[in-house]
């Protein structure tokens, strides 16, 4: 398994338990396909440089976790097919980071 970490951006328009609800689907897709979701930080609400989708803000959320390569467009175009996710960015991590268990995020 390789190490990963996923980048989120949800529209403005959504409240906090919304963007909780769609990492959480996001934390299930992955436990789906035999990955490891090690942890999970929101980083808040934050402006864009330019505007996405005629949004000016979105909520910003980083994912870690590990899973078989193969997996990784799969992940990518469900992500994409989800009206509620702006943008979503994964990359290889160099390493995970210590923690005992997963946050709920």
Sequence with gaps: METYEAMYIFPDRLKDDEVDGVL???????????GRVVSGTRLGRRPFARPIK???YGHYAVVMFS???????????RARL??????????????????????EA
């Design 54 to 56: 005629k949004t000016h």
């Design 82 to 103: 989800n009206e509620e996710v702006l943008r979503v960015q994964i990359v290889r991590a160099q390493s995970l980071p210590v923690t005992a268990a997963a946050p």
């Design 67 to 77: 899973i078989d390569k193969e997996h990784i467009p799969t992940l990518q175009a």
């Design 24 to 34: 959480k689907n996001a934390r299930g897709e992955i436990e789906r396909l035999g």
